[in-house]
């Protein structure tokens, strides 16, 4: 069965950190880009980055401004998030996608395979 599982969130406090960890099971990424979306209470979700097949390219929204790092570690078919000075308006559950593609998508009708989500809650 092909999933994307992802992993790592929780409850932490304004300017701490976490890593998200999305792990492929059943292919791999090699041929996939991924892309991590946050969905926040009562908005749209919002594609925040993404990371090419080759690991080589990357994205991230505005909203980052440099706080984020995505990365892809191809002997584990494993992309991770790592969250920096991370503020309340990052609240959300994070959801990892797979595009059949070298590039990611900004539409998350164009993405094949999701993740169940992990939950970031940042708050005092």
């Known amino acids: 069965q092909l999933q994307l599982v992802e992993s790592g969130g929780e409850l932490v406090q304004p300017g701490g950190s976490l890593r998200l960890s999305c792990a492929a099971s059943?292919?791999?990424?090699?041929?996939?880009?991924i892309g991590w979306f946050r969905q926040a209470p009562g908005k749209e979700g919002e594609l925040v980055s993404c990371?090419?097949?080759?690991?080589?390219?990357?994205y991230y929204a505005d909203s980052i401004n440099g706080r984020f790092t995505i990365s892809k570690d191809r002997a584990k078919d494993t992309v991770y998030l790592q969250m920096n000075s991370l503020k309340p308006e990052d609240t959300g559950v994070y959801y990892c996608?797979?595009?059949?593609?070298?590039?990611?998508?900004?539409?998350?009708?164009?993405?094949?395979?999701w993740g169940q989500g992990t939950q970031v809650t940042v708050s005092s």
């Open positions: 990371i090419s097949s080759s690991g080589g390219s990357t």
């Open positions: 059943g292919f791999t990424l090699d041929d996939y880009a």
């Open positions: 996608a797979g595009i059949g593609a070298g590039y990611g998508d900004l539409l998350k009708k164009h993405y094949d395979y």
